[in-house]
């Protein structure tokens, strides 16, 4: 169950969107939960480049390209796993390949046999880690980050 209203809300894949989107540094960094799965399996979010949100080249700024890799694949798989589950970024690494300009976009997805697989091993283990790879593209579909991170998830005490 979670611990607050606002726990709760996030929770929910109508209300995180809203909610997540409203979040400081999300917000600052011009990033916006599009659309999350009922059931967990996709979210998408879009991350406009304006003046107020570039590094000194006019450019996305890399702190801010990061937070768009990181928040949508942690959301999906602890809504997916439920309550009972922790999860977080235990690392990551990130690979600039072009300059972000304009709109940009990440679609993540997780299988339900990703978190299925995930709630078996913690069956007979009290923690996992697992890689996942997300992208984000232009608005000519061209890869301007690739980030892998590996993902700490435990059984909550």
Not at 36 to 47: H, I, S
Not at 103 to 122: K, M, T
């Amino acid at each position: 169950m979670p611990k607050t209203l606002l726990h709760r809300y996030t929770s929910s894949p109508l209300a995180f969107p809203v909610l997540a989107s409203l979040y400081p540094p999300l917000l600052g960094s011009g990033i916006r939960i599009r659309h999350v799965a009922p059931d967990w399996t996709r979210g998408e979010l879009n991350m406009h480049v304006a003046p107020w949100t570039a590094n000194t080249n006019g450019t996305a700024f890399g702190g801010a390209l990061f937070a768009a890799t990181d928040v949508l694949y942690g959301a999906l798989l602890s809504g997916q796993l439920g309550g009972g589950y922790q999860v977080w970024t235990k690392s990551a690494t990130i690979d600039f390949r072009s300059p972000g300009r304009g709109r940009l976009r990440c679609v993540v997805e997780v299988p339900h046999a990703e978190a299925d697989s995930i709630r078996e091993q913690l069956t007979t283990r009290s923690s996992t880690s697992v890689v996942h790879t997300a992208v984000v593209t232009d608005s000519r579909g061209r890869t301007v980050v690739e980030a892998r991170h590996t993902m700490f998830i435990r059984r909550r005490k």
